[in-house]
């Protein structure tokens, strides 16, 4: 009883102190809130406040519209420094003029072996081998630096390391998610799309436009179609009920990914009322979705190159007209099972989904297009389907025609990709929804930009009318949002794609909130280096590869780890970058240098998502993980592995692998338990120690030689005496092996200094 009571006594307190703690966060909402707005009136009664939605505008306080994020780009003249030896880039000059009025010192430069490790896997995300190793120590040029990132970055496992940290932030997965957890078929092509824009250095406003606008922009290439699936891969509950609800989910997320990648807004909070924290109205929401309602969403639409397309349609006409008359007799067989078995699965439908089918296609509008899509896997009749329904004599006729056809060789199927495609027919219409909710539509609106980032009327959007009427219209609205995002003038594009560049590089942005530059963000440490770079990435054609080089150049990003007593009392957390931020691996560079060190890694580029082995306790129970029958293919990259939603592999979620149901702009960077068990126990560590003492076995005669050949391997550094002594020792009375998996659990392996 005294137990229980002391528990029930510490539990209230407990209760008590979060009751305060959630009085206080609401008291200081409420500041926030009439610091943005203004002090507010009485809550008028629902009825009320949606009429008021429907004619009021709502007005910003001077405070929120002159936010430094929402301002133009301000280039100055990098700063004078008192100690001018150790500057390399106008980067140091912002750097050191801040350490300098601090009072903090900068740490001494880091050793070769240290920028060697660091710079490769910052780059391409693998460990340097000793060959590049010893070649970079010994060459004494001036340049030999610059030259190893030139070489990194012409590397084509470059694009597979940036191009995993974009896939983060646009929730790339190749499942629906929800219960069933639907295969994606050709989402893959989405993230190869991705890898190979980085390995190309696309221009980063190139990129966007891509993502956003390809179909509208780019008709006549694959790329830019396959680019347009970044709109398409949050989750979809694609059996729902609703498939009304189930669009405006769809239609909500790529609303509030567009938003936070490109621009750092989080937009989502005005979907059912005005912003409480930014000032952004619900009316700005509807405004910026009204780009996107329009469009029809397609999971498999053909996107073949020009010579791809052409023989495949001459393969297609000589299959055709040899096949014709078995075809004509399948299709003669099925015409009544496939209408009865369609029309039994239209009755399940909503009452707008069947009229939408039973239409003419001309006279479709675009809402009944997009619900033709979205509801075309629920009405799909099955061959099996109808064989279960077909007559004995017509199973049988069927068959031989089937038989028959199969003589033939069948061309091989176009590439397909998930994508947008560009509106026809009557163009669907936007309306601000109260509560979120589409039973409950206000006002409509038309295609806007965010009232706080400057003009948002109609009159200054593009858009191409057909020839025949406006009601047939086929519009460029997204050509018109990507080319806004893209704009140099843009004052939030240009500085949230360089701090995320900086973000990866230093292991914090300079705003440390990378898809949040809105007023709850955290403001820039350093905001003229910011605006600096920010204007230097538009100057140098929006290559992201040219402000690699130009931060990797830095002397602040050639800092040692290691910091002194004075700048550790006073830059405690590094805010000043006083010393470069050690950071530990990523779990897939993690399992790719397990791979890499061992000599096992397959380094093939692109291509179907891959299943390497997991535990089956892991899998049991759930869809979708065959694994891959080709060995080699276990052994791939860990951007490869399938992306399934409900079920993460293993190594790498244990290691703060994304949610992939939610953009991720920075990943957690937890201490647990798991990961230790990880690093000692996981398959993939074991034959990678296994593989590893094997190669030293036959490189290296002595277990000296072999010691100090493992350290080399595994942490990129000779042992030292300590070191030697120790592992010798270990040796006596350990399998080489055991020596691999206890190097491969340090920290010094992990973590990059």
């Known amino acids: 009883m005294g137990k229980r009571h002391d528990e029930l006594t510490e539990r209230t307190g407990e209760a008590k102190n979060i009751t305060m703690q959630a009085v206080h966060a609401l008291i200081l909402c409420a500041f926030v809130v009439i610091a943005i707005r203004g002090p507010a009136s009485a809550d008028p009664a629902p009825e009320e406040a949606d009429q008021n939605a429907r004619v ?70 693998l460990p340097p081998t000793l060959s590049e190793i010893d070649a970079f120590s010994k060459d004494t040029s001036t340049d030999a630096y610059a030259n190893l990132i030139d070489r990194l970055l012409a590397s084509p496992h470059y694009g597979e390391r940036w191009g995993r940290h974009w896939l983060d932030v646009a929730r790339f997965a190749e499942t629906d998610g929800f219960e069933h957890d639907a295969v994606r078929f050709h989402a893959w092509r989405y993230r190869d799309y991705v890898v190979q824009s980085f390995n190309a250095d696309k221009p980063y406003d190139r990129f966007i436009k891509e993502q956003l606008a390809g179909d509208e922009l780019y008709p006549d290439e694959p790329e830019a179609l ?66 996107f309602t ?59 989904a069947q009229a939408a089918h039973k239409t ?37 006729r069927h ?41 409950r539509p206000s006002d409509e609106v038309q295609p806007g930009f965010p009232a706080v980032l400057g003009e948002s009327q109609i009159s200054n959007l593009k858009f191409q009318i057909g020839e025949q009427s406006a009601h047939r219209a086929t519009a460029i609205l997204r050509t018109t949002l990507a080319e806004w995002i893209a704009s140099p003038n843009n004052p939030l594009t240009a500085r949230v794609m360089v701090n995320r ?28 280096l910011l605006d600096w770079l920010a204007s230097e990435f538009v100057a140098r054609g929006w290559s992201v590869k040219e402000m690699h080089k130009f931060l990797l150049l830095s002397s602040v990003y050639q800092q040692s780890s290691r910091a002194s007593e004075e700048a550790l009392e006073r830059d405690p957390e590094n805010r000043l970058y006083s010393r470069w931020q050690r950071k530990r691996l990523e779990g897939e560079v993690i399992r790719d240098s397990l791979l890499a060190i061992s000599r096992e890694l397959n380094r093939q580029i692109g291509g179907p998502g891959v299943f390497p082995a997991i535990p089956e306790d892991v899998f049991k129970g759930s869809r979708g993980w065959t694994v891959s029958k ?98 010798g020792s270990f040796l006596q009375n350990a399998p080489l092996s055991e020596l691999c998996r206890a190097l491969f659990n340090l920290n010094a392996f992990v973590y990059v200094d």
């Open 56 to 125: 009021t505008e709502v007005p910003f306080a001077t405070s929120a519209r002159t936010h430094w994020a929402f301002q133009p780009v301000n280039r100055i003249a990098p700063p004078a420094v008192k100690d001018t030896r150790g500057l390399k880039t106008p980067v140091d000059h912002f750097i050191l003029a801040l350490l300098e009025a601090k009072g903090v010192p900068p740490a001494t430069s880091a050793t070769k072996e240290e920028l060697i490790r660091r710079a490769t896997f910052d780059l391409i995300g």
């Open 399 to 439: 068959k031989t025609a089937k038989e028959a056809l199969a003589k033939y060789p069948k061309p091989s199927p176009l590439p397909m990709t998930m994508a947008l495609q560009k509106a026809k027919g009557k163009l669907a219409k936007t309306f601000i929804l109260a509560r979120g909710d589409y039973n």
């Open 630 to 727: 080709n060995a080699a293919e276990h052994n791939r990259r860990s951007i490869y592995i399938f992306a399934r939603r409900n079920l993460r592999f293993p190594f790498l979620e244990v290691f703060d692998a994304p949610d992939s149901n939610l953009t991720c702009p920075d990943r957690p960077r937890s201490t647990s338990a798991p990961q230790s068990l990880t690093l000692l126990n996981a398959d993939e560590v074991m034959t990678a120690s296994e593989v590893t003492a094997a190669r030293l076995t036959s490189e290296a005669g002595t277990n000296a030689a072999r010691v100090t050949l493992a350290y080399r391997l595994i942490l990129g550094r000779g042992p030292s005496e300590k070191e030697q002594a120790i592992a």
């Open 226 to 291: 396959i680019a347009t699936a970044f709109n398409l891969l949050g989750p979809d509950m694609v059996d729902s009920a609703d498939q009304i609800q189930r669009r405006l989910n769809r239609l909500n997320d790529m609303t509030d990914t567009a938003a936070s990648a490109f621009l750092g807004l989080t937009m989502g909070c005005a979907r059912c009322h005005d912003h409480k924290f930014e000032p952004l109205s619900q009316k700005d929401y509807y405004r910026f979705q009204a780009f």
């Open 294 to 352: 329009p469009a029809t969403f397609r999971d498999d639409l053909p996107a073949p190159r020009r010579e791809e397309l052409a023989a495949h349609q001459s393969a297609l006409l000589k299959y055709s007209q040899l096949t014709l008359k078995e075809q004509e007799e399948i299709a003669a067989i099925e015409a009544p099972y496939r209408q009865k078995i369609f029309e039994q699965k239209l009755a399940k439908l909503s009452p707008e």
């Open 360 to 396: 003419p296609p001309a006279e479709r509008t675009t809402e009944q297009v997009n619900q033709i899509q979205e509801t075309a896997a629920l009405v799909e009749v099955m061959e099996k389907e109808m064989l279960n329904a077909m007559s004995k004599e017509d199973r049988a």
């Open 501 to 528: 560049i900086w973000q990866h590089h230093f292991g914090r942005g300079l705003v440390p909130t990378p898809s949040d530059f809105g007023l709850k963000g955290e403001r820039p440490s350093h905001p003229e």
